[in-house]
Nanobody
Framework: QVQLVESGGGLVQSGGSLRLSCVAS????????MGWYRQAPGKQRELVAV???????NFADSVKGRFTISRDNAKNTVYLQMNSLKPEDTAVYSC????????????WGKGTLVTVSS
């Protein structure tokens, strides 16, 4: 069973920054794609940013230019640097990994709450 453990959430003022981290309990060679989704109260979960094993990244239009994603394979960790945060970024952010070992499986972390005050 693959575990994803997030950290770095919290309360920040509008315009501030936070960095989220997610550590995976599996070899990075098994992780095809890793990244972040978020779910705000009363809304559906949405993609924030993902990065492939080759380093290609995709971002939601709403965070382009403000968020960056990076991956440290030596540490089995993916990071989400969030700058110029807005109140509408308030959500539970969950780490995601697409893992291929004997079969392909999606894994999710428990999530970390990010609250941006106006």
């Amino acid at each position: 069973q693959v575990q994803l453990v997030e950290s770095g959430g919290g309360l920040v003022q509008s315009g501030g920054s936070l960095r989220l981290s997610c550590v995976a309990s599996v070899s990075p060679d098994s992780i095809q794609t890793m990244g972040w989704y978020r779910q705000a109260p009363g809304k559906q979960r949405e993609l924030v940013a993902v990065i492939t094993s080759g380093g290609s990244a995709n971002f939601a239009d709403s965070v382009k230019g403000r968020f960056t994603i990076s991956r440290d394979n030596a540490k089995n960790t993916v990071y989400l640097q969030m700058n110029s945060l807005k109140p509408e970024d308030t959500a539970v952010y969950s780490c995601y990994a697409f893992v291929v070992i004997n079969r392909a499986v999606d894994y999710w972390g428990k999530g970390t709450l990010v609250t941006v005050s106006s």
